[in-house]
């Protein structure tokens, strides 16, 4: 078992810049990826990034590049999610999860992920 605590979240002018954190603990020798995605109300859960634990190799969505920048502190057990140039539309509730197959492709669908954390609201006013 993998636990998740997200935290970070807030509320943000269009522009500015947030960094969320996801820190596991349990099994965390198991971890091989680990990726943010977020929700909003009535819709799924929408790829945002994704990071290889052990290359650092990183995987983001066309909404992201540019804007947002995944990372990780393997001492830490922890990803980071820093956002910049932040949008209305970027408003969701925002959760790390781990992917079940490791690293590839598979790690931008939701339905790939075994564990997640509670999530982060984001607001971004405008």
């Known amino acids: 078992q993998v636990h998740l605590v997200e935290s970070g979240g807030g509320l943000v002018q269009t522009g500015g810049s947030l960094r969320l954190s996801c820190t596991a603990s349990?099994?965390?020798?198991?971890?091989?990826?680990m990726g943010w995605f977020r929700q909003v109300p009535g819709k799924e859960r929408e790829f945002v990034a994704a990071?290889?634990?052990?290359?650092?190799?990183?995987a983001y969505a066309d909404s992201a590049k540019g804007r947002f920048t995944i990372s990780r502190d393997k001492a830490k057990n922890t990803v980071y999610l820093q956002m910049n140039s932040l949008k209305p539309e970027d408003t969701a509730v925002y959760s790390c999860?781990?992917?079940?197959?490791?690293?590839?492709?598979?790690?931008?669908?939701?339905?790939?992920?075994?564990?997640w954390g509670q999530g982060t609201q984001v607001t971004v006013s405008s």
């Open positions: 999860g781990v992917p079940n197959k490791g690293w590839g492709p598979w790690v931008q669908t939701a339905d790939n992920y075994d564990y």
């Open positions: 990071i290889s634990w052990s290359s650092g190799n990183s």
């Open positions: 349990g099994r965390t020798f198991s971890i091989a990826a």
